[in-house]
């Protein structure tokens, strides 16, 4: 049986040895996970633990349980709090249901209340978690959203951004069969000049266009079609190159339908002839610069890529999912990895041959991932090449294949190890300017790790793993760490009351402050002092 962890809150320790004795906790679904003496530290011991369940006091010191209850709803929407006061005040009872606690429960809580109590958090509990297992809303839910996750899943394909294996893992999980010899990838646009008489939002013509594009293929050919933005994509799947003709011809009629039916222009714009799902994002590059040649030739008809770009009969079989693989192996990958990626672009030249101009901009290209993956960590050409910072002009001139394979992977190795280096480099910057801040701002009682996230320019909770990780404790224990060390000095070398030292190190509450004082170091700050006071006259 899954247990709940349950946090228990009273500023009184017999209430809470008697609390954590009432009932048998694992019996009614619950592991007690931790008792606090006081909101503050129970709201800092919510941060650290997988807290399910908090039950506390009202009346406390340093954060009473209203205020602790406000506090975890913010931060953790789903925790239950359970509130107990010896009060029967209805201000309360109120307050507590505005909140949104589970109970309120009055003193002296006997074990059924108790009981009674968790049981009934319990229940919400397992019904809020099998909401999210339950398997059969999960597949109504996950039937209802397959459309519109295929169109995502296409779109991302197209834009390059899934590729390979995962692309093809992704369309079978979808249900998408995009099988065929041959693709080509169209965008149709439709200048949106609405009737005053018939003002419609501009998506909506967009979807118009598509269910007449659809309307119009269903019975004509094998394609598959979304709306992206303003615009409708095709994807056509050929048996044979020469149903090109035929491509053509189909966007054509739809150009004419739109302006007769739609009463606005539609462009038909398209890439070229693709033979695998990984080069859909090259066709779909294709269509969209085809798509830009509208403001020059004019809306209303079909721009063929081939037609107005020049196109070279010789063919480079290196598609962007293979440039993709390789810089995806070089930031993330390990040698092993980074070398398949390298083999693979390498076999794709091999296969037919390639012109001297051709050549070199392929090596061009190359030369342009790896310098994008330098301009994106801020390096300097030395640490990008390595002692082949120089030499690369040679290549471009030419060398033989396996010259630049071999070229590519001692490149490629130190790149990779660079971007390790960095990224070390980087978590050990973060660290050592969250700590300067600290240290700068320690006084100040509302310093969080909130504020100092806005302060470096990171998320919250990458900050947070990252910090952990450098320094081996959280924000809170390590700010709380400083401030006490600070509180050491002041009470050995001044004479300041404790409640002004508290001030000084960030606590606006002094009696919480000698309750984290007391608790770090076994001792109140006021005999800590006496007791440093006695060794020194001891010594003198």
């Avoid at 650290?48 to 709803?73: A, E």
């Avoid at 390498?346 to 050549?359: A, F, N, T």
């Avoid at 002692?387 to 630049?404: C, I, K, P």
Wanted: charged letters at 25%; proline letters at 2%; aromatic letters at 10%.
């Amino acid at each position: 049986m899954e247990l709940y962890n349950v946090l228990l809150v009273d500023d009184e320790a017999d209430v809470l040895q008697a609390m954590k004795k009432k009932i048998d906790w694992e019996a009614l679904g619950f592991c007690l996970a931790g008792t606090a003496e006081n909101g503050q530290e129970a709201l800092e011991m919510a941060e650290q633990l997988h807290i399910d369940v908090v039950m506390t006091d009202i009346k406390m010191p340093y954060m009473d349980g209203l205020t602790l209850c406000k506090n975890l709803k913010q931060s953790y929407r789903n925790m239950k709090v359970i509130i107990y006061s010896g009060f029967d005040d209805f201000e309360f009872a109120r307050e507590a249901v505005h909140l949104e606690a589970e109970e309120y429960l009055l003193k002296p809580i006997s074990a059924g209340d108790m009981e009674a109590a968790f049981s009934k958090v319990r229940k919400k509990l397992d019904q809020e978690y099998d909401e999210y297992r339950n398997l059969n809303r999960l597949s109504e839910y996950y039937r209802k959203s397959l459309p519109a996750m295929r169109e995502q899943l296409v779109m991302g394909i197209l834009e390059g951004r899934i590729a390979g294996e995962r692309a093809r893992a992704m369309m079978e999980t979808y249900e998408i069969c995009l099988d065929s010899p041959f693709y080509v990838v169209a965008a149709l646009y439709m200048d949106v000049n609405p009737r005053e008489e018939q003002p419609q939002p501009a998506q909506l013509f967009t979807l118009s266009l598509k269910d007449m594009v659809q309307d119009y293929l269903k019975n004509r050919t094998r394609f598959f079609s979304t709306a992206f933005l303003d615009q409708v994509i095709v994807i056509f799947m050929l048996d044979e190159r020469e149903e090109i003709d035929q491509v053509l011809y189909h966007l054509d009629q739809i150009c004419k339908m739109g302006f007769r039916v739609l009463k606005s222009s539609v462009t038909a714009a398209v890439g070229q002839i693709c033979a695998n799902t990984d080069a859909l994002h090259t066709s779909y590059e294709e269509a969209v610069n085809a798509m830009e040649y509208r403001s020059i030739l004019g809306s209303g008809q079909v721009l063929y890529i081939n037609d107005i770009e020049p196109c070279s009969e010789e063919n480079i079989l290196v598609t962007e999912h293979e440039f993709q693989n390789l810089v995806h192996a070089v930031k993330l990958g390990n040698r092993d990895e980074t070398n398949a990626a390298i083999a693979q672009i390498m076999d794709s030249i091999r296969k037919e041959p390639i012109s001297p101009g051709q050549y070199q901009l392929l090596f061009m290209e190359l030369l342009s991932e790896l310098m994008k993956i330098g301009r994106a960590y801020k390096l300097h050409p030395n640490q990008i090449f390595g002692e082949h910072a120089g030499s690369w002009q040679e290549l471009y001139r030419m060398v033989t294949v396996d010259e630049l394979e071999g070229w590519l992977q001692e490149v490629c190795t130190n790149l990779r190890h660079v971007l390790r280096h960095e990224r070390r480099d980087s978590a050990a910057r973060l660290t050592e300017q969250a700590k300067a801040y600290i240290e700068e701002h320690y006084k100040e009682s509302d310093l969080s790790a909130d504020s100092l996230c806005r302060c470096l320019n990171v998320s919250a909770a990458y900050f947070s793993t990252i910090f952990k990780r450098e320094v081996g404790m959280s924000f809170v224990a390590y700010l709380t760490k400083i401030r006490l060390e600070h509180a050491l000095e002041l009470l050995r070398t001044t004479e300041d009351k404790t409640y002004i030292i508290a001030s000084r190190v960030g606590y606006m509450e002094p009696n919480y402050f000698s309750y984290v004082f007391k608790k770090q170091y076994g001792i109140s700050p006021s005999k800590y002092r006496a007791e440093m006071c006695e060794k020194e006259k001891n010594t003198d």
